[in-house]
């Protein structure tokens, strides 16, 4: 068992909103269901309320709570209720939980078959959003030839990228070292962490598929994010395609009116298309259109959502293109919504 499933069946739904963003970010083996809460195993309901044999009942006076007759006090520490939601699942099911063996993050790959469709932003967007609504840990990375990204992030740390780079093409260097290196090259504030763009750009034509894979490799063993964000551009080299065959969620940008695409670019797209096992298509033009199916979605080029302030661009997710970006994070979570399929490769690192 590496998921406990969990429905919030409570009618203040801005509490259970708020509580599954905390316990997420204590456990990542939690994971909460609103729309169809009554499936799950163990159930929240407010004290009173018929959940049946598994329900849990959230009680608001401390002195009510019994964890064994399964009534738990609602304003108790996040942390201190994800053990509890263990001890719960246990004492329902009879099956002790067992955790993961490995900590895995969901990969996504962003990546556009034209230039100007706006790949950059909607990466940073997404990892701001998938925070936002689920309480979500993202690193983003950017592998375009031409780094776009130093306009929403400030250059700091990186020092050590290169050495980073180094460690990992030593086949003999401990798993240890590698994550002490990574630490050192990783800046922001969580919303999102990114690999130093500038340093890490200028060395990003010498990342093959095979050093990429022991990148993603060792920030996924970090045990820190719940997704890695990918930032291709449009360059489509053997190593992106291969990102995009690996990922768990791969994010294509297109223009909305085929007209606007070339030859190559509806070549490129068939390709895309034929190596992404699960690709979201985002249409991008002047305004928002209908969606379009569970793996399309459209994109506002809203330009009055981009703020410059103090030399860096601020993402305003308020507006119409913060609207088209939740629907875009939810498809990605749906899509995600199992753990990561990120590549046991162990052997990479030793």
């Known amino acids: 068992m590496d998921i406990i499933h969990v429905g919030l069946c409570i009618a203040d739904r801005d509490f259970a909103m708020a509580l ?11 994971q909460f269901h609103m729309e169809n809460g009554r499936t799950c195993e163990l159930i929240l309901v407010d004290e009173g309320a018929d959940g049946g044999s598994s329900a849990v009942q959230l009680t608001d006076i401390r002195c009510r709570s019994d964890p064994e007759r399964g009534i738990l006090y609602r304003y108790e520490a996040c942390s201190s209720l994800a053990r509890q939601i263990v001890y719960q699942y246990y004492r329902i099911t009879g099956r002790p939980f067992e955790p993961m063996e490995c900590r895995r993050s969901r990969l996504v790959a962003f990546a556009a078959v034209s230039g100007g469709t706006g790949v950059t932003a909607c990466a940073v967007a997404v990892a701001r959003m998938m925070k936002i609504l689920y309480g979500k840990r993202c690193i983003y990375l950017n592998l375009q030839t031409v780094n776009d990204s130093v306009r929403y992030f400030r250059q700091e740390g990186g020092t050590a990228v290169r050495r980073l780079i180094y460690e990992l093409n030593r086949s003999g260097e401990r798993k240890e070292q590698i994550l002490l290196w990574m630490e050192s090259v990783i800046a922001g504030d969580g919303d999102p962490d990114y690999l130093n ?19 993603i490799l060792a920030l996924d063993q970090m045990g820190r994010y719940d997704y890695i964000l990918l930032d291709l551009g449009n360059d489509f080299r053997r190593r992106d395609l291969h990102a995009l065959k690996r990922c768990d969620c791969g994010v294509l940008l297109r223009q909305r009116e085929p007209s606007q695409e070339t030859v190559f670019t509806k070549a490129m797209l068939h390709r895309v298309m034929e190596t992404a096992p699960a690709l979201i298509q985002v249409l991008c033009g002047p305004r928002s259109g209908e969606e379009r199916g569970e793996k399309v979605c459209s994109i506002c080029c809203d330009r009055t959502s981009f703020i410059r302030m103090n030399g860096q661009i601020r993402i305003n997710l308020h507006r119409n293109y913060g609207r088209d970006i939740a629907v875009l994070t939810k498809k990605i979570a749906g899509i995600c919504s199992e753990y990561g399929q990120i590549r046991d490769q162990e052997e990479t690192l030793r």
């Open 20 to 30: 599954a963003r905390g316990i997420s970010r204590e456990s990542r083996c939690i």
């Open 197 to 215: 763009t500038s340093a890490f750009n200028e060395i990003a034509e010498d990342i093959d598929e095979k050093l990429l894979d022991r990148l």
